[in-house]
């Protein structure tokens, strides 16, 4: 999968001193290196793609300690502040992968092998002609099915309608895709969606399986 744009830019962030300690001691214990090597789980096994701070892979984990989560996240500070709510909620089934998350896709993640895959709230790239940024794109629709086992579900969810639907056209039109009613897990509500909708921004969740 030819990527040479990417759907994300790292901003310089502030790194608080917890954020900062948790990349430095906690990640050894609860990080993978990014490598060609293949992420193996004998449970359910879920990716999300671009976990923030990490409340919401936090939230989802513990509701359901017989899944295994992989949170791939560029940004530092989302990385520490993650690795801190794991720590605290002593979390045996999630792991962190600072890198990027399409990279990790192909290369960590064999074909067939995903009961789940997350993207919540990816940037939206709002401009015009800053859409060609935007992570879902036919080539990434390709590859998340590729890497569902049958009947897994992709689960996205975003606040700007005209991503939706553009959402919605692309994994409509893959092949390997079809509608599904709901996800693996239930979405709980995050500060950045409860911001949204006190803006009046509609929340649309969007489900898809694959084929069998």
Request: charged share 25%.
């Amino acid at each position: 999968m030819n990527r040479p744009i990417r759907s994300y830019v790292l901003r310089q962030g502030r790194t608080t001193p917890a954020q900062t300690r948790a990349l430095e001691q906690l990640y050894p214990k609860y990080g993978i290196a990014f490598s060609d090597q293949k992420i193996i789980s004998a449970r359910p096994l879920v990716l999300e793609i671009g976990s923030g701070m990490g409340e919401t892979t936090v939230e989802i984990a513990k509701a359901h300690p017989e899944v295994d989560f992989i949170a791939a996240e560029v940004h530092g500070p989302g990385v520490g502040s993650l690795l801190n709510r794991i720590e605290a909620g002593r979390l045996a089934n999630v792991r962190v992968v600072r890198h990027d998350a399409v990279d990790v896709l192909e290369h960590m993640v064999a074909d067939g092998s995903l009961a789940a895959i997350h993207l919540f709230f990816p940037d939206p790239w709002p401009k015009k002609r800053h859409h060609k940024r935007r992570l879902v794109q036919p080539a990434f629709a390709a590859l998340a099915a590729r890497k569902l086992a049958p009947g897994g579900i992709l689960h996205a969810a975003t606040d700007w309608p005209d991503y939706a639907d553009r959402m919605q056209e692309v994994f409509s039109r893959e092949a390997s895709l079809e509608k599904a009613d709901s996800g693996l897990a239930e979405k709980p509500v995050t500060k950045f969606e409860a911001r949204g909708k006190r803006l009046g921004h509609p929340i649309r969740e969007l489900f898809y399986k694959r084929r069998p």
